[in-house]
T-cell receptor, first 114, second 112 residues
Framework: KQEVTQIPAALSVPEGENLVLNCSFTDSAIYNLQWFRQDPGKGLTSLLLIQSSQREQTSGRLNASLDKSSGRSTLYIAASQPGDSATYLC?????????????FGKGTKLSVIP | NAGVTQTPKFQVLKTGQSMTLQCAQDMNHNSMYWYRQDPGMGLRLIYYSASEGTTDKGEVPNGYNVSRLNKREFSLRLESAAPSQTSVYFCASRGQMNTEAFFGQGTRLTVV
């Protein structure tokens, strides 16, 4: 069974700092990995999707990388802003049995201090 | 473009009452999902529908039933609500296997 872990559970940084959020998974046989943002009391907003054949994906100040062999993905946020404060979740879709579901980590709560 | 729409947004039920959570998507997606989110537990899959006419159990299906009414709509029913079902429920949809999943805004359910 796939397990997804996000460490740390919470992170506080000053505005303007570059930062990295970590996601690890136990089963490297994945279709893809997706990063989401969740604001308090809100739904999940998709940020980036990385296919198993890709090494990284970029959108604006966000860059996500994927290393299947080591079971790791990172989300890099450049020049952080207070508006980036939210909980960031990663989720993997495993190939084979159970491939229709996403397995989520518990998230990293990011606070960007002005 | 509305995306994934869930109703209601908030609900309070008494133990033993029943209710149906509604979900509709306008992206012509094949697959639809129901998740619950609890503090310290993360998001867990309740049921999913890989395509119109099919439904399958996820990780935590007990106490729930689902109906894929058509390609757009996927409902979740609680037949006899229990306090353990107090949670935030999210509906999601996805097109092809290798595409993004999109989530609704959630239904916050409290069972007293």
């Amino acid at each position: 069974k796939q397990e997804v872990t996000q460490i740390p559970a919470a992170l506080s940084v000053p505005e303007g700092e570059n930062l990295v959020l970590n996601c690890s998974f136990t089963d490297s046989a994945i279709y893809n990995l997706q990063w989401f943002r969740q604001d308090p009391g809100k739904g999940l907003t998709s940020l980036l999707l990385i296919q198993s054949s890709q090494r990284e994906q970029t959108s604006g100040r966000l860059n996500a990388s994927l290393d299947k062999s080591s079971g790791r993905s990172t989300l890099y946020i450049a020049a952080s802003q207070p508006g980036d404060s939210a909980t960031y979740l990663c989720a993997s879709r495993t190939s084979g049995a159970g491939s229709y579901q996403l397995t989520f980590g518990k998230g990293t709560k990011l606070s960007v201090i002005p | 473009n509305a995306g994934v729409t869930q109703t209601p947004k908030f609900q309070v039920l008494k133990t033993g009452q029943s209710m149906t959570l509604q979900c509709a998507q306008d992206m012509n997606h094949n697959s639809m999902y129901w998740y619950r989110q609890d503090p310290g537990m993360g998001l867990r899959l309740i049921y999913y529908s890989a395509s119109e006419g099919t439904t399958d159990k996820g990780e935590v299906p007990n106490g729930y039933n689902v109906s894929r009414l058509n390609k757009r709509e996927f409902s979740l029913r609680l037949e006899s609500a229990a306090p353990s079902q107090t949670s935030v429920y999210f509906c999601a949809s996805r097109g092809q296997m290798n595409t993004e999943a999109f989530f609704g805004q959630g239904t916050r359910l409290t069972v007293v």
